[in-house]
């Protein structure tokens, strides 16, 4: 079906009470993919893991829970997201577990090597320059650690549906051309992980 262009525009930076609304939808729609990129991220309990884009913080949320010695930052760009991800994990943000923040891949404020995992789901599309902002996440994924990225290919069936100027797509050749030239290389691909592709870099 095929998105209007507002929900698009939400969906790259939700903002207010409709902001909120997609997101719950959204929500729903990526837990595969997000659920599936978390098992890929073979999660240890002391890792120190990065979110980039988190939106509604269902992904942290879940990450948490599986942290129980470590700890999880979330970034978005969207205050309304931080906000609503922030009330969802009002306790382990209490604990000191959860740290959520509005942030941008293109600054990451951690110092280098501060992660040890990371992950990006459905939001690489939005980035104003992904060749600069993976090299930035690279600076704050330890050099052994581990980076999930979950995409739409460009030629995906599906990929027609969004309006392309909002959602730019890129091939799985063109992400991993990208993804070399800022120091990550593919561990392990799952190309169909649920309305989504799904790389492992290291
Ligand atoms: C389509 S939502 C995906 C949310 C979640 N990752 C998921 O899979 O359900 C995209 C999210 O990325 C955020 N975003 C867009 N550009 C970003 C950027 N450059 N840095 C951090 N977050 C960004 C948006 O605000 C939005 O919350």
New binding site residues.
């Given amino acids: 079906m095929r998105r209007p262009r507002f929900i698009a525009q939400q ?4 903002k207010g009470l409709m902001g909120r609304a997609i ?1 719950r939808i ?2 729903r ?3 595969r ?2 659920d599936a990129a978390l098992d890929l991220l073979d999660l240890r309990d002391d890792d120190r893991l990065l ?6 913080g ?2 942290v949320e879940k990450a948490a829970e599986r942290l129980t010695n470590g700890y999880v930052a979330g ?4 205050a ?2 931080t906000r609503m991800a922030g009330r969802r994990n009002a306790d382990a943000i209490r604990d000191g577990r959860v740290d959520i923040r509005v ?4 600054h990451v404020e951690f110092p280098d090597d501060a992660f040890t995992k990371a992950l ?4 690489i ?4 320059d992904p060749s600069t ?1 993976l090299a930035e996440l690279r600076r704050v994924i330890r050099p052994e650690g581990r980076f999930v990225l ?1 995409f739409t290919p460009s030629g995906a069936s599906h990929a027609g549906h969004f309006p392309g100027d909002i959602y730019r797509f890129a091939s799985r050749d063109e992400l991993v051309e990208m993804l070399a030239a800022a120091g990550f290389d593919v561990e392990t691909e799952v190309p169909d992980a649920g309305a989504g592709a799904l790389l492992s870099l290291r």
Wanted: glycine content about 10%; charged content about 20%; proline content about 2%.
């Fill in positions: 969906s790259s930076h939700p997101a959204m929500s729609e990526t837990s993919l997000n979110e980039v884009g988190i939106g509604h269902r992904t970034i978005d760009v969207s309304e997201m942030g941008s891949s293109s990006a789901v459905h939001t599309y939005f980035w104003e902002d979950g």
